[in-house]
């Protein structure tokens, strides 16, 4: 996440107060008001959660006192604290406090309250039981942020809804899910086209630190997606999808010695029923573990030499049914390189199909457009998201899907 400014700009207060009126919704960050009002509830509530304590509530009226405060804080571009506002509270609350910040993302702002001793204190109030939050743009585009808590009685509050235990879905629905594991270790499941950055983020899991790549597939050909994790220790686990939702107990498949190699994964092969590993090791050379049980992987086959300045990513990109591998090299060429279907390199001249993507990081995610859709999903430099559409053998003009604070996210690779 882009974060102008540290957590030393920030300010708590448990306090008291003037009523100005709700801003009509902006959009904040990339996100609509709502959209990022959820997302630091939800990010609030976790933090709560993982110390015992209850959810808090959305307030409406809480949030009217927070938006103006941020709005006032952005129209000034200076962070400070609203004096008074526990008296814009309605009658009733026992306790009050307030955070303020300034020059966060959205999704990075609840840890940086987090990393402030008081403005943890405040978060994990135990009595705390309604939230209101307020986040504006001043016009340099830096956001400003307000949290108003309270305690009020039980029967005076709406009840949060528990968190959804979906058990009519799988926690990843589709292999073109967008799924991220952010700087905490939570992973979240964004959705693919249409809904990336318009819909609500679900959260699917916690305790993710140290992940290095993050591959989904049907790794046991179940017809639920699976999530195979590359970890920075060197191990490869495979965590199988539930069709109610959640994942079921890990297997490991890879015990050391992956955490400074590349890894994709496909159906390698016309005629495979489970995906397979390719690895490109240090020295350059590119193994294939074939997957031959949906479990563990079976003995290596070296099928390449010679890619080790390439950045190697696997989709069938003309769609003659047969695998290809696109390698990109360190001046940001794409390089294609067709396969026989049975596992081999057609000998012929690489075909160039790309420029200009020196200072990219990309994954490809096949589904994200729709049923049967390929393409390419590449990170810039500063954090922004964009999708290439691969259809035809050539790439599609490509969509913003995100338009900063994806720089420290692991993106999900099929």
Do not use: C
């Amino acid at each position: 996440m882009v974060a102008a400014l540290a957590s030393a700009l920030l300010a708590s207060a448990l306090v008291a107060g003037p009523v100005a009126a709700q801003a009509a919704e902006p959009v904040v960050g990339g996100y609509t008001l709502s959209q990022a009002r959820k997302i630091i509830l939800d990010e609030t509530n976790a933090i709560r959660k993982s110390v015992g304590l209850k959810p808090v509530a959305a307030s409406a009226a809480l949030n009217t006192v927070a938006q103006s405060w941020s709005a006032k804080q952005a129209s000034s571009r200076t962070m400070s604290h609203n004096p008074s506002y526990s008296a814009q509270y309605p009658s009733g609350w026992s306790t009050a406090s307030e955070n303020v910040a300034y020059g966060y993302s959205v999704t990075a702002v609840v840890t940086g309250w987090k990393n402030s001793p008081g403005h943890y204190r405040n978060i994990t109030q135990a009595s705390a039981n309604v939230l209101g939050i307020g986040v504006a743009a001043a016009s340099n585009g830096s956001l400003y942020y307000t949290q108003n808590f309270a305690t009020y009685p039980a029967s005076s509050i709406p009840v949060p809804p528990a968190p959804p235990a979906d058990s009519s879905r799988p926690s990843i629905r589709t292999a073109g899910d967008v799924i991220v594991a952010d700087g905490s270790g939570r992973l979240w499941n964004y959705g693919k086209q249409g809904q990336i950055n318009v819909t609500a983020r679900t959260l699917i899991g916690s305790g993710w630190t140290g992940v290095k790549e993050l591959h989904v597939n049907d790794w046991n050909a179940d017809g639920t997606q699976d999530l195979v994790v590359q970890w920075k220790s060197g191990a490869m686990h495979v965590y199988p999808g539930k069709s109610t939702g959640g994942f079921g107990s890990r297997f490991l498949i890879g015990s050391s010695g992956w955490a400074s190699v590349d890894v994709d994964m496909a159906l390698w092969s016309t005629g495979d029923k489970y995906p397979s590993v390719i690895m490109k090791d240090a020295a350059g050379k590119l193994w294939l573990y074939p997957n031959s049980r949906g479990t563990t992987l079976s003995a290596r086959t070296a099928i390449g030499t010679g890619w080790g300045a390439l950045d190697v990513k696997i989709a069938d990109f003309d769609a003659d049914g047969k695998q290809d591998v696109l390698a990109t090299t360190a001046r940001g060429t794409i390089l294609l390189y067709r396969t026989n279907g049975v596992g081999r390199f057609i000998s012929e001249t690489r075909t160039q199909i790309g420029s200009g993507w020196a200072g990219y990081t990309s994954v490809v995610l096949t589904g994200f457009a729709g049923t049967g859709s390929t393409g390419l999903i590449a990170k810039d430099s500063a954090g922004r998201l964009y999708y290439y559409p691969i259809a035809g053998g050539k790439f599609g003009a490509r969509q913003t899907i995100g338009t900063g604070g994806w720089t420290p996210m692991q993106l999900s690779n099929n």
